[in-house]
């Protein structure tokens, strides 16, 4: 069965530098999904994203934050200057089509840890 | 503003037992419901969703919903647990003016041998 992976499983990194997190989609999925999840709270919804653009952000997905797909499989996560509160595990999603009630498929998600 | 709820944080239950995991949802419109499991290591996996009809929903793994719009409320069952279904569920929301799902906070499910 086709699966979202993500890679690293684990990411540290310190204060203020830049991290990417990658994923790669289901191969016949056009439209990607970004949600974050801090340790004991929910999971959040940052960006989605389709044609190359943002369809939709929250309020956390600030300037510090990009994404982009670099090429025809991988779907990228861009945190600029990292904070501590930017320690999450993050998911990466996709769906086939771009309605609310569509499945999103999600991957197993990168730990971020910023020390 | 959109809310799901999930009551309970953890949940332990013996194995044979029937589960039942509770979601509200607050919500104007009809909404798209979801359950999600996360098992240890593992990515989201869809349950079982909801988008209109019959009120029942059959998943995978054996397990079913009920949507009752009355109680703003989508909860899980399952009427044998399994050590295998150790994990932790997610209820979501969608509908139709937004792409994105808002979660609720999970149940950790644990299981008793």
């Known amino acids: 069965e086709p699966e979202v992976t993500q890679t690293p499983s684990h990411q540290v990194t310190q204060m203020g530098q830049e991290v990417i997190l990658r994923c790669v989609p289901i191969?016949?999925?056009?439209?990607f999904y970004w949600y974050r999840q801090i340790l004991g709270q929910k999971v959040e919804f940052l960006v989605s994203?389709?044609?190359?653009?943002?369809?939709?952000k929250s309020e956390i997905f600030d300037d510090q934050f990009s994404v982009e797909r670099p090429d025809g499989s991988n779907f990228t996560l861009k945190i600029r200057s990292t904070k501590l509160e930017d320690s999450a595990m993050y998911f990466c999603?996709?769906?086939?089509?771009?309605?609310?009630?569509?499945?999103?498929?999600f991957g197993p998600g990168t730990r971020l840890t910023v020390l | 503003a959109q809310s799901v709820t999930q009551p309970d944080i953890h949940i332990t239950v013996s194995e044979g037992a029937s589960l039942e995991l509770r979601c509200n949802y607050s919500?104007?419109?009809?909404?798209?419901l979801f359950w999600y499991v996360q098992s240890p290591g593992q990515g989201l996996q869809l349950l079982l969703k909801y988008f209109s009809g019959d009120t029942l929903v059959q998943g995978i793994k054996g397990f079913e919903a009920e949507f009752k719009r009355s109680q703003s409320s989508f909860n899980l069952r399952k009427p044998s647990v399994h050590w295998s279904d150790a994990a932790e569920y997610f209820c979501?929301?969608?509908?139709?003016?937004?792409?994105?799902?808002?979660f609720g906070t999970g149940t950790r499910l644990k299981v008793l041998a």
């Open positions: 999603a996709s769906s086939e089509r771009q309605w609310g009630g569509d499945t999103q498929y």
């Open positions: 191969s016949n999925h056009l439209y």
């Open positions: 919500y104007g419109a009809t909404p798209y």
């Open positions: 994203f389709y044609n190359n653009e943002i369809s939709e």
């Open positions: 979501a929301v969608g509908h139709s003016g937004t792409y994105k799902y808002i």
